[in-house]
Structure formats: structure tokens, C-alpha cells
């Protein structure tokens, strides 16, 4: 069964469209890694600066392993860390069957 | 564009299972309203406890207005809602082009 990875990132009012710029360099980044899926962004509405980022993994060690152990992690961080404050809690999950 | 309905949503410790049921059954009252779309609920990985509830409608006053004030949220807000705690924010979001 797949794996959601899910961050709420806060991101600093005011630099909502650079981040948007820097997260599109970033995409091709994390989407070239074994194990990944997809990847989303969402916007909130009622909170401007805030956006949902969810990322489907094949296991979550391709997150929290593979992904963030390889030289490319290091360029993602670089592009995209110094937008959040605060810096956001990542959590995985998996869907429940309805 | 549709929007996106998005609650993390804080079960208490020990009622996950039941929480799962009383969802199952309201799943069949969220799909039958106007401007639905889906809605899928993940579980977390790291606490059990906590789960991820997205809804895709067509527009957010489908679930502000319409969902919100119908009479089968009363019957969605009795099964589910004693589950919480906190009582969570739910806010709504729209994609990011990448």
C-alpha cells in the first residue's frame, strides 16, 4: 500500500509567490526519486501563506531514506527550508478503506 | 477550479477502531451531497491516532453552506464529532499549478 507523505508548510506572508517559483525548481527534484509517485500543492484560502504539500510514496523509507539521504535532498532543502516558519512537522499515512 | 476541504483530524487515544465504523457510515451522508466530489481518510503512521480527512467539492460554499447547513450534517456531526479532541480546523484549499 502506498504511502502519503504530508507537510503543512507555513510559509513567510509575503514570499508566497517566490516560494511558488522555488517549489516549481523543486518539483523536478523530488519527482526523479525512486519510490515517488506524485506530488501535490495546495493553497489555503482562508490563510494565504499556508500550503498543503503531499507527496504518494511506494514505501516510506523511499521518503525518509532514500529521499532524504541522496545528494538531491540537500538541493530541495536549499531551495525551499528557508520559506517555512515555523520549520513543518511531516507525518506519513495510509488511506483507510471506506 | 475544485476546492479541497482539509481537516487533521484527533481521535481519542484508544477510540480509533470505533472512530473508523461511525466513519464508514458517514461516508454514505458527505457522497450524497451537492458539489461533491470524493473524500478519502488516511491514517497516520506515526500517531495512530490522527487522521488526514480530505473532501473535493466543486466549490467551498458546497461544503460551508450546503453540507454544512443540511439536515444530514446534524447526523454527520452525531456520529463523528465526540470523537475529537481537539475539536479540529478544517480549512479549504485550491491546487498549485507546478
Redesign the interface.
Known sequence: MP??E?A?LNVIPGRESEF?AA??EA?TIIASRPGYRW?????????GW???LTVEWER?EDHTEGFRGSPEYRLWRALLHHFYDPFPVV??????A?
Open positions: 504511502i502519503l504530508v503543512m511558488e517549489f516549481r518539483s506530488h501535490r500543492l495546495h493553497r489555503c484560502l482562508e490563510e499556508r500550503y498543503l516510506r507525518e506519513h499515512f495510509v488511506e483507510v471506506l
